[in-house]
């Protein structure tokens, strides 16, 4: 039982990765059975889903998989997506995608695979999806649109961000993959198209030096003033860090952008409860939203790796504050143990849902993407202690007997299941539980960075010597 295996973790390190590993055999095998080649199961139905993000493109369960499987060892099951990749992985859709959503998770799982096994196969195959992603640069400023058509290569916003704007998250999550990108093929065009994303934003002006979400691609200014490290800004902020740490620590300017950023939101985001917690309010125009998305929550984790190569009098501060925050993301998982897609601290809330519509759980990994950096980066062992306690829950509330299903309301005990086995809880959630169990020295921080769908990526060392020595490193 889980219970069993809990009281084990303190003499046996070897039961708790054992458990994640058998997790992600369900999941996987019940994908497998039910959804094979869809992009994600649905585990009540037993059927798949394509749905509308990847542009035709088909099988995101598998590609998010192939380093988990391969992580953990799982090769029969990393054969048969490897298998997948080369039979029927087909990239000539006529879709609509969405340039982030594929970028994440296609580009980011086809690099990572690559670079764990070396097949040239996810090589090709990523730097054929990478030509295809172009187009949607292709614009006044060169920030590119939201949604592209993988086979004519036309782009446009999404109809929902207002006045056709680009959203700061999505082109701010693209600088780690298509670096590597141009690492992997030899042409400059993906680092330059990363690169003038950049300088425009370094160009323009910054209200408090926050970035705020919204951003036409035609005239390149801000189209409203809501800044939100969750949803709509999150992944931004944390590929500036990963930037910096990505390129051996030499992209000074990532760095400066990043520390510069994480001071504006300090001085103008980060909020103490009357309960003492420390939490991350959004701004809107100046007014301040009380309320933290679960999405927030991966800046616990975030704001620790970048706590070193801080100015050395902040360096204890930052991590700190990332204790802080992963504290309060915890302090949201309850009673089920399970979290909120998103909580507030006002009218006496204290990192709890007060809107019926924000109780929801869809499997995600932000909290405890945090626990895992906050294991490696203290060995405290309050993190695996409550990772352990999300592992339960999961097996408790969210396993059901074809897969796991998010959860509709986290503050009730009698779960009402959505029937989705979300890609990224293959990709990321059941990947940082099997880190924060196993030993530091698998996927180590100093030679990998993730992308934001949890997918490593190599550091690319600056100096040859340093090079021979990754490029011998396999797991
Ligand atoms: C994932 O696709 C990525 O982590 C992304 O950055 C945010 N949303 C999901 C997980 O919640």
């Given at each position: 039982t889980t219970e069993h295996t809990f009281s084990l973790m303190q003499s046996d390190r070897f039961v708790c990765p054992l458990f994640m590993?058998?997790?992600?055999k369900f999941a996987w095998d019940n994908y497998k059975r039910y959804a094979w080649g869809k992009n994600?199961?649905?585990?009540?139905?037993?059927?798949?889903?394509i749905g509308n993000m990847f542009g035709g493109l088909r099988g995101a369960s598998i590609i998010d998989s192939l380093d988990t499987l391969y992580v953990m060892g799982l090769m029969d099951e990393y054969n048969e997506a490897k298998e997948w990749v080369q039979t029927s992985l087909d990239l000539n859709s006529n879709g609509e995608a969405s340039l982030f959503e594929v970028n994440i998770r296609y580009v980011g799982g086809l690099l990572s695979a690559y670079y764990?096994?070396?097949?040239e196969l996810f090589k090709n195959k990523v730097v054929e999806l990478g030509e295809k992603l172009l187009p949607a640069?292709?614009?006044?400023?060169?920030?590119?649109?939201?949604?592209?058509n993988l086979g004519s290569g036309t782009s446009w916003s999404w109809g929902?961000?207002?006045?056709?704007?680009?959203?700061?998250?999505?082109?701010?999550?693209?600088?780690?993959?298509?670096?590597?990108?141009?690492?992997?093929?030899?042409?400059?065009?993906?680092?330059?198209?990363?690169?003038?994303?950049?300088?425009?934003?370094?160009?323009i002006e910054k209200p408090h030096g926050l970035y705020p979400n919204f951003l036409s691609p035609v005239s390149g200014n801000w189209v409203q003033h809501h800044v939100s490290i969750g949803?709509?800004?999150?992944?931004?902020?944390?590929?500036?860090?990963?930037?910096?740490?990505?390129?051996?620590?030499?992209?000074?300017?990532?760095?400066?952008?990043?520390?510069?950023?994480?001071?504006?939101?300090?001085?103008?985001?980060?909020?103490?409860?009357?309960?003492?917690?420390?939490?991350?309010?959004?701004?809107?125009?100046?007014?301040?939203?009380?309320?933290?998305?679960?999405?927030?929550?991966?800046?616990?984790?975030?704001i620790g790796i970048g706590a070193d190569d801080g100015a050395p009098e902040k360096r204890q501060h930052y991590?700190?504050?990332?204790?802080?925050?992963?504290?309060?993301?915890?302090?949201?998982?309850?009673?089920?143990?399970?979290?909120?897609?998103?909580?507030?601290?006002?009218?006496g809330a204290e990192a709890t849902a007060t809107r019926l519509s924000d109780r929801y759980y869809i499997l995600r990994p932000e909290v405890i993407e945090s626990y895992m950096y906050m294991w490696r980066l203290t060995h405290d062992p309050k993190y695996r202690e409550w990772g352990w306690e999300a592992v339960e829950a999961l097996e408790q509330h969210c396993r059901v007997d074809s897969g796991f299903s998010g959860i509709r309301d986290v503050y009730?005990?009698?779960?009402?299941?959505?029937?989705?086995?979300?890609?990224?809880?293959?990709?990321?959630?059941?990947?940082?539980l099997y880190l924060l169990f196993s030993d530091d020295d698998l996927l180590p921080l100093e030679d990998w960075v993730f992308n934001t769908e949890a997918h490593p990526l190599p550091i690319i060392r600056t100096n040859c010597l340093q090079n021979e020595a990754t490029q011998d490193k396999t797991l």
């Open positions: 590993l058998q997790m992600m994600e199961l649905r585990p009540l139905t037993r059927n798949g889903h764990l096994t070396g097949e640069f292709n614009t006044p400023t060169g920030i590119p649109r939201g949604v592209i929902w961000a207002s006045a056709g704007s680009s959203i700061l998250a999505e082109f701010g999550t693209l600088h780690l993959e298509f670096v590597h990108l141009t690492q992997l093929s030899n042409n400059p065009i993906y680092t330059e198209k990363v690169m003038n994303i950049r300088k425009l934003l370094n160009k949803g709509l800004g999150d992944s931004f902020y944390e590929y500036l860090i990963k930037s910096y740490l990505m390129s051996d620590k030499t992209d000074e300017d990532a760095k400066t952008t990043y520390y510069n950023a994480l001071e504006a939101i300090e001085a103008n985001l980060v909020q103490k409860s009357p309960g003492g917690l420390t939490y991350m309010a959004e701004w809107r125009g100046g007014i301040l939203d009380h309320k933290m998305g679960h999405l927030a929550c991966f800046s616990g984790g975030m991590l700190d504050l990332a204790a802080e925050i992963t504290h309060t993301c915890h302090e949201s998982y309850t009673p089920t143990k399970l979290g909120p897609e998103a909580f507030r601290f006002d009218s009730t005990t009698t779960v009402s299941h959505d029937n989705m086995q979300q890609s990224f809880f293959l990709s990321e959630t059941l990947k940082y």
